[in-house]
């Protein structure tokens, strides 16, 4: 597939990941978007196109864009989630035409004892777990060559709803909650862009895993990302699930980015600046 003028088409352009994925490509590729909240930036936008899963039918859209990149960031109703991701699975089986599906870490929550890599068998505890595993097995049936999964852990980042929140309980004087007996990786905006990005350019496909190289504990996280917003005491409610350590982290084994691409948590605690 040739790079040149490749049209890419984000579902859930106007959330948060998938936001942030559109301003990464839309500088070097005709990038277009869905938005489903009349929102004035998005329907002015010609590169925006209104979609409701749970009115709208995805073939209208995949038919007016004609998309040879998909990228599904979408949230919403999970009924509508597998109807809409089965209608996006044919129209890439019969066009050339690849998808790019954002997973996430909880697709392995059943397993707590420690971190899981790309090959590794899901299992979910969790209902938005078994959603995300549902619809990677309906990816598994495309040739591999068309589908990528990408499996991401907690998304931080200045603007994110994670640090929102936090600021939020902050100046509401609200406890944040961390989990003390939870090892994780991590990711922001930025990083989970570039390395996105990269793999479109690079026609990658199959399984990756993009999160921190390295875990940390959750508590630990939090605090140390809380020292950047000042010299003041944040209530901090400690949330223990189990007395003993679990895990929830997907590390990369099997499909490695290049050296450029990886970093650390710490790398992702540096660059939050919460003022």
Sequence with gaps: MSLDNKKILILGGSGFIGNAIYKELCKYFDTFGTYCHAANSYSTNNQFVHYNIEEDDIVEVLELVKPQVIISALRGNFAALIIAHEHILEYVRKENCQLYFISSANVFDAYSKYPSY?????????????LKIRIENMLLRL?????????????????????????????????????????????????????????????????????????????????????????????????????????????????????????????????????
Excluded: C, W
């Excluded at 790309?118 to 078994?130: A, P, V």
């Excluded at 640090?163 to 989990?179: L, T």
């Design 118 to 130: 790309e090959m590794d068998k899901t299992l979910s505890e969790s209902i938005y777990g078994r």
């Design 143 to 275: 040739p591999k060559e068309k589908m990528a999964i990408l499996r991401i852990p907690m998304v931080f980042g200045n603007s994110s709803p994670r640090i929102r929140d936090m600021k939020k309980a902050i100046i509401e004087n609200e406890p944040i909650e961390v989990f003390p007996n939870l090892i994780l990786n991590v990711t922001n905006d930025d990083k989970v862009t570039q390395q996105i990005h990269y793999l479109i350019n690079r026609n990658k496909t199959g399984i990756y895993h993009l999160g921190s190289n390295d875990l940390t504990h959750h508590e630990d996280f939090i605090k140390e990302v809380l020292e950047r917003v000042g010299n003041f005491n944040p209530i901090i409610k400690r949330v223990y699930t189990t007395n003993e350590d679990r895990y929830l982290a997907v590390l990369p084994k099997t499909n490695q980015l290049p050296k450029n691409l990886q970093f650390t948590f710490q790398d992702i605690i540096d660059h939050h600046v919460l003022n």
